[in-house]
């Protein structure tokens, strides 16, 4: 079922466990990996962490090392929030595809509905030697921190806070109802699942500016010592009230006779490291230690050091010295590097969890990352093949775990190098190949075309025999077939303003060259909304511009100016985009077949000029953008000298259905998990 195509551009040694083609390979016989807890100091104990790592127990002993997966809380068309979307089949069709790819557990952010927790305990029930573990979190309910004078002390926030973690600590416990709210689950949680619950992850990624607030207004005299977990005597604001209500939460879980580890969550931007090579002083503003929030004797479950970590962000890892010096598989890796010196700061007293990484398989991307592990512009088979790789390594250093990032992609997800070209409040109703954020998923959600969305015609003369145009909430599909030949050069110009009958957009291709371009008219340009700096690029001034994305912005280094990034996912891949094909490539926008006469693009819908296709509103000109309703868009194509005029119309639309896939080279995760936790 799962099939694996290891990509050609990676060496074979970082695809070291991966199959040529088919199904994974099967693994040795897997261990039994049913709960054993332990009872320690009058408590149930089901796992461990303490400076002598990570330890799970289990039926065939204790398990070292989790391979996870982070599950979020919506599906396509919808925003986070609207959380009670998910169904029992969501969750009923999901977790046998989890265990078939080797993972053990299963990580979520926030409640989820009274489904999720009885499809679980049903599936594990099903499955006694094979169950999926949880790791639990409580996300801030509040997060007016952030905002212009917040801190999290706030009466207000704190309060909700310490509501959340009951609510959710009730929930695993199947104990908990709950009325419908905005942006929470609702409903009645009957279903225990503490038996499997590895441990709890509190918080979020900690905003730096609400977090230096925080320690500086709400340090002193912020609260004593719990009877579970404790600040140190140098704890700041922030890890004061951290340890409080972990100390919380420990209590409404030691009520119930249970003790797991409990961690805070955490990012590079608040790591407790110092890195003077970081260019934006917000990413090295201040830190968050789990060092400073700890256990005590009363709680055996412990603490570890939860991170959020991916290769390419912030841009100390491509700086910092030291971290070059760490080698994985015979090769410097900073990712690496940077991983082990956070080791390194905890290993006294915890191990290190990854509990977020990955890279997405977007035709975008916003961040060049280490050794190629960009922030998007890869294959679907690449990724995977990276993702299993990174999971290794994290073995390899001793890490307690490696939680990929996501199970699923998610439409409603924005990234700051094409948020400002974008309509915010329908983002989640269409599926953008160019934001890098809505495709991280093991599991793709590829759109169905959109209803009605579709322009055919068959000319009766000139070099077109066949011109046929469809959509869905992705791409525009523009089917060419050609009367006697396939032209040496070919052109779509698309006219999207209203006003003077010109091309906005246009894509040139030669076939005989095997090139193909998306270029976008000067003043349409969507990179001059990303950046103050002009000119935004060297060719800036001409009349056409290939369609380019910023990945980062112009910096100091020290004395050294560091010139903006840029990715061009304007240069179109020639390729198949089908995913049952032998040959596919998930990033292909366009082929040419000579014996058939006929030529194919796939085009983003931002490559048209959408700013939001499923209302019809256009990125106009203007610093902000003017946004513009449009009827559709008017495409001329070009060959030999001819031209053929099309209007292609669309519908606007709330809704447009999906499916799901297990994306090419998934079977390369399988294959690591089952070589790390058998």
Same mark, same amino acid.
């Given at each position: 079922?799962?099939q694996?195509?290891c990509?050609?551009?990676?060496?074979?040694a970082?695809?070291?466990?991966c199959?040529?083609?088919?199904?994974? %390979?099967?693994?040795?016989?897997?261990s039994?990996?049913?709960?054993?807890?332990?009872?320690?100091g009058?408590?149930?104990?089901?796992?461990?962490?303490?400076?002598?790592?990570?330890?799970?127990?289990?039926?065939?002993g204790d398990k070292?090392? +989790?391979?996870?997966?982070?599950?979020?809380?919506?599906?396509?068309?919808?925003?986070?929030g609207?959380i009670d979307?998910?169904?029992?089949d969501?969750y009923?069709? !999901?977790f046998?595809?989890m265990?078939?790819?080797?993972?053990?557990v299963?990580r979520?952010?926030?409640?989820h %509905?009274?489904t999720?927790?009885?499809?679980?305990?049903?599936?594990?029930?099903? =499955?006694?030697?094979e169950?999926?573990?949880?790791v639990?979190?409580?996300?801030?309910?509040? &997060?007016?921190?952030?905002?212009?004078?917040?801190?999290?002390?706030?009466?207000?926030?704190d309060?909700a806070f310490?509501?959340? +973690?009951?609510?959710v600590?009730?929930?695993?416990?199947?104990d908990?109802?709950?009325?419908?709210?905005?942006?929470?689950?609702?409903?009645?949680?009957?279903?225990d699942?503490?038996?499997?619950?590895?441990a709890?992850i509190v918080?979020?990624? !900690?905003?730096?500016?609400?977090t230096?607030?925080?320690?500086?207004a709400?340090?002193?005299?912020?609260?004593e010592?719990?009877?579970?977990?404790?600040?140190?005597?140098?704890?700041?604001?922030?890890?004061? !009230?951290?340890a409080?209500?972990?100390?919380?939460l420990?209590?409404l879980?030691?009520?119930?006779?249970?003790?797991?580890p409990?961690?805070l969550?955490n990012?590079?931007?608040?790591?407790?490291?110092?890195?003077?090579?970081?260019p934006?002083e917000?990413?090295?503003?201040?830190?968050?230690?789990?060092?400073?929030?700890l256990?005590?004797?009363?709680?055996p479950?412990?603490?570890?050091?939860?991170?959020?970590?991916?290769?390419y962000?912030?841009?100390?890892?491509?700086y910092?010295?030291?971290?070059?010096?760490?080698?994985?598989?015979?090769?410097?890796?900073?990712?690496?590097?940077?991983?082990a010196?956070?080791?390194?700061h905890f290993?006294?007293?915890?191990p290190l969890?990854v509990?977020?990484?990955?890279?997405?398989?977007?035709?975008g991307?916003? =961040?060049?990352?280490?050794?190629?592990?960009?922030?998007?512009?890869h294959?679907?088979?690449?990724?995977m093949a990276?993702n299993?790789?990174m999971?290794?390594?994290?073995?390899?250093?001793g890490?307690?775990g490696?939680f990929?990032f996501?199970?699923?992609?998610?439409?409603?997800?924005h990234t700051w190098?094409?948020?400002?070209h974008?309509?915010?409040?329908?983002?989640?109703?269409w599926h953008?190949?160019?934001?890098?954020e809505?495709? #991280?998923?093991?599991v793709?959600?590829d759109?169905?075309?959109? %209803?009605?969305?579709?322009?055919?015609e068959?000319p009766?003369s000139?070099? #077109?025999?066949?011109?046929?145009?469809?959509?869905?909430?992705?791409?525009?599909?523009i089917d060419l077939? +050609?009367?006697?030949?396939?032209?040496?050069?070919l052109?779509?110009?698309v006219?999207?303003?209203?006003?003077p009958?010109r091309?906005?957009?246009?894509?040139?291709?030669?076939?005989?060259?095997?090139?193909?371009r998306?270029?976008v008219?000067? &003043?349409?340009?969507?990179?001059r909304?990303?950046?103050a700096?002009r000119?935004?690029?060297p060719?800036?001034?001409?009349e056409?511009?290939?369609?380019?994305?910023l990945?980062?912005?112009a910096?100091?280094?020290?004395?050294?100016?560091?010139?903006a990034? =840029? =990715?061009?996912?304007?240069?179109l891949?020639?390729?198949?985009?089908? %995913?049952?094909s032998?040959?596919?490539?998930?990033?292909?926008? !366009?082929?040419?077949d000579?014996?058939r006469?006929s030529?194919?693009?796939r +085009?983003?819908?931002?490559?048209?000029?959408?700013?939001?296709?499923s209302?019809r509103t256009?990125?106009?000109?203007g610093?902000?953008a003017q946004?513009?309703?449009?009827?559709?868009?008017?495409?001329?194509?070009a060959?030999?000298?001819?031209?053929h005029?099309?209007?292609?119309?669309w519908?606007?639309?709330?809704?447009v259905g999906?499916?799901?896939?297990?994306?090419?080279?998934?079977?390369?995760?399988?294959?690591?998990?089952?070589?790390?936790a058998?």
């Amino acid at each position: 079922m799962l099939q694996v195509r290891c990509a050609l551009v990676l060496t074979a040694a970082l695809l070291a466990g991966c199959a040529s083609a088919g199904a994974a %390979p099967d693994p040795e016989p897997s261990s039994d990996w049913a709960p054993a807890a332990v009872q320690a100091g009058g408590l149930r104990v089901l796992a461990e962490s303490d400076r002598d790592g990570f330890r799970l127990h289990t039926a065939s002993g204790d398990k070292g090392f +989790l391979p996870g997966v982070n599950v979020g809380a919506t599906v396509p068309l919808h925003q986070p929030g609207e959380i009670d979307v998910l169904t029992a089949d969501d969750y009923r069709r !999901w977790f046998p595809q989890m265990a078939d790819l080797g993972i053990r557990v299963v990580r979520i952010y926030t409640l989820h %509905p009274p489904t999720f927790y009885d499809e679980l305990a049903a599936y594990n029930a099903a =499955h006694p030697s094979e169950p999926l573990y949880l790791v639990q979190g409580v996300y801030l309910p509040d &997060e007016r921190y952030v905002e212009e004078g917040g801190t999290l002390c706030e009466p207000a926030l704190d309060e909700a806070f310490s509501a959340e +973690l009951s609510a959710v600590s009730a929930a695993v416990h199947g104990d908990l109802e709950r009325a419908a709210a905005p942006g929470a689950a609702s409903g009645r949680w009957t279903t225990d699942v503490s038996p499997w619950l590895a441990a709890w992850i509190v918080g979020v990624e !900690w905003d730096p500016a609400g977090t230096a607030r925080t320690d500086a207004a709400c340090g002193a005299g912020s609260g004593e010592p719990g009877r579970y977990f404790a600040p140190t005597d140098d704890a700041s604001g922030t890890e004061r !009230w951290i340890a409080r209500h972990m100390d919380d939460l420990a209590a409404l879980e030691a009520a119930r006779g249970d003790s797991v580890p409990i961690a805070l969550a955490n990012w590079p931007t608040t790591d407790p490291l110092v890195h003077d090579t970081e260019p934006l002083e917000t990413e090295d503003l201040v830190g968050v230690d789990a060092n400073h929030v700890l256990p005590t004797a009363a709680w055996p479950g412990g603490t570890f050091a939860s991170f959020h970590a991916y290769p390419y962000y912030p841009d100390f890892q491509r700086y910092e010295p030291g971290y070059d010096e760490q080698e994985w598989r015979g090769e410097s890796d900073r990712y690496a590097g940077y991983l082990a010196a956070l080791q390194e700061h905890f290993a006294e007293r915890m191990p290190l969890l990854v509990t977020e990484f990955g890279v997405p398989t977007s035709l975008g991307s916003a =961040h060049a990352g280490t050794l190629g592990r960009d922030q998007g512009g890869h294959d679907e088979s690449t990724a995977m093949a990276m993702n299993a790789d990174m999971a290794r390594m994290m073995a390899g250093l001793g890490l307690g775990g490696a939680f990929v990032f996501s199970w699923t992609d998610e439409w409603f997800k924005h990234t700051w190098n094409t948020m400002e070209h974008q309509v915010p409040e329908r983002r989640q109703l269409w599926h953008d190949p160019l934001t890098n954020e809505q495709w #991280f998923g093991i599991v793709a959600t590829d759109s169905d075309l959109v %209803p009605d969305a579709v322009a055919e015609e068959r000319p009766s003369s000139g070099p #077109f025999e066949h011109i046929s145009v469809r959509a869905d909430a992705s791409w525009v599909h523009i089917d060419l077939a +050609l009367r006697e030949r396939l032209p040496r050069e070919l052109s779509v110009g698309v006219d999207v303003l209203p006003g003077p009958l010109r091309d906005d957009y246009r894509v040139l291709v030669d076939t005989e060259a095997a090139t193909a371009r998306a270029e976008v008219r000067q &003043e349409l340009d969507p990179m001059r909304l990303d950046t103050a700096v002009r000119p935004y690029h060297p060719d800036a001034a001409d009349e056409w511009h290939l369609y380019r994305l910023l990945t980062n912005r112009a910096h100091h280094l020290g004395d050294r100016v560091l010139p903006a990034e =840029h =990715h061009e996912p304007g240069l179109l891949v020639e390729g198949d985009w089908d %995913p049952a094909s032998a040959e596919y490539d998930s990033r292909a926008t !366009w082929s040419a077949d000579a014996e058939r006469r006929s030529v194919r693009l796939r +085009l983003p819908w931002p490559m048209l000029g959408m700013a939001d296709p499923s209302s019809r509103t256009a990125l106009g000109e203007g610093e902000p953008a003017q946004l513009v309703h449009v009827d559709g868009v008017t495409l001329r194509f070009a060959a030999d000298g001819s031209a053929h005029e099309l209007d292609f119309r669309w519908p606007e639309w709330n809704r447009v259905g999906h499916t799901e896939r297990l994306k090419d080279g998934s079977g390369a995760i399988a294959a690591a998990f089952a070589e790390l936790a058998p």
